[in-house]
């Protein structure tokens, strides 16, 4: 573990040395990105999620509206079900990263150094 610290340090001495600033300076850029990261993945889900709510809506109103009713209503209820199954996924693997964006970046650079 001591060869991978200071293979990140290595490396963020080098990133430090080549946009001209510190080590200490750069570290809230990293978690900055972790952040700004999550809030992407975030935002994308929230809109993919409004879109397939609408798209559930309106197979569900077609499925009123014609005779045929199981084959719409079915297909809304497999759209919802995949709305929550996106959310889930989303949910578990970028609000830990919101919550704790320190230890993100620190895997981020090691997993950078790791051959």
């Not at 001495?13 to 700004?36: H, W």
């Not at 759209?79 to 895997?107: C, D, K, Q, W």
Request: aromatic letters at 8%; hydrophobic letters at 55%; a positive charge.
């Amino acid at each position: 573990m001591d060869k991978a610290v200071d293979k990140a340090l290595d490396l963020l001495t080098i990133l430090a040395d080549k946009m001209g600033t510190t080590v200490e300076q750069m570290y809230p850029y990293f978690v900055r990105q972790q952040l700004v990261d999550g809030m992407i993945a975030l935002v994308v889900s929230l809109i993919l999620c409004v879109g397939s709510g609408v798209m559930a809506h309106r197979l569900y109103r077609k499925a009123l509206l014609q005779k045929s009713r199981a084959e719409h209503l079915w297909a809304s209820v497999f759209v919802f079900m995949m709305l929550s199954a996106v959310l889930g996924v989303v949910a578990a693997t970028e609000v830990p990263r919101l919550l704790n964006p320190h230890y993100y970046a620190i895997i981020d650079i090691l997993k950078a150094v790791k051959p």
